[in-house]
């Protein structure tokens, strides 16, 4: 009941998320996935969060007591690196989940996260990471600049073929959007509000940050000229040759 993204580039970073956890014929509840930390003045990081709601709740609730200084655990105030805050992330993640693995199995819930995070520590590159329900991350490379957590399969073509390094982060940012237009009409299990922020590398804050809902003029403008481009260049393929 989720779809999230985060796109590289050379001029910073996009995120956006949309905010549908449960979506059936009489119930659909919404709660944000788009989470920010300024705990420096050197550093801005953002988290997008899928998975079960009480691990990232709680997940949320440790990070913000580490950065109160309770305890001698690092924060996101005390690591060097974004991979030392990936790091961090993934170890509370993986002690939240042991906690309460036994209830979790009795109980057959799954009780795993997926976390996207994403930002920049001064005088150091903006980065991008993965971070699995074990533990572990991978980062965004040049090859693949994005990154995706949930009902991510319908907007997942059009990264595949627009997102490269050298894209501006308006043009990102658009392609997100359509991204999420595409995964919206495909799946009920995601929907908005969409969040958008957009990073400019080095700005250690968004420059923009959006909650787009259904009835949003962008997004049903943007979704209106996407699908008037798509017919048209469906319209203009190469014909078969009895066609000539």
Not at 191 to 213: C, V
Request: hydrophobic share 45%; aromatic share 10%; glycine share 10%.
């Amino acid at each position: 009941m989720t779809y999230c993204l985060a796109i590289k580039m050379n001029e910073g970073l996009v995120f956006a998320a949309d905010s549908r956890i449960v979506a059936g014929i009489d119930n659909v509840t919404t709660h944000r996935k788009l989470y920010t930390f300024r705990p420096a003045t050197d550093r801005f990081l953002v988290l997008l969060t899928s998975g079960n709601l009480g691990t990232t709740q709680e997940l949320l609730d440790l990070v913000g007591r580490d950065l109160d200084g309770v305890g001698e655990r690092p924060s996101l105030r005390t690591v060097n690196y974004m991979f030392e805050a990936a790091r961090y992330i993934g170890q509370s993640l993986i002690g939240i989940e042991q906690g309460y693995d036994a209830a979790f199995r009795r109980s057959g819930i799954n009780g795993g996260a997926t976390l996207i995070l994403g930002g920049q520590i001064a005088g150091r590159p903006p980065e991008l990471y993965l971070i699995y329900p074990e533990g572990n991350y991978v980062a965004a490379t040049d090859e693949t600049p994005f990154l995706q957590l949930g009902e991510f399969k319908y907007g997942k073509p059009i990264l595949t073929r627009v997102a490269v390094p050298a894209l501006s982060l308006n043009d990102a940012a658009r392609l997100a959007l359509v991204s999420f237009d595409a995964a919206m009409k495909s799946n009920l299990a995601v929907g908005p509000p969409i969040e958008l922020g957009i990073y400019p590398r080095d700005a250690l804050q968004f420059s923009h940050r959006l909650t787009l809902d259904a009835e949003a003029p962008l997004l049903r403008q943007i979704s209106a000229d996407w699908h008037t481009a798509m017919l048209g260049a469906f319209q203009h393929l190469s014909r078969f040759e009895w066609e000539q």
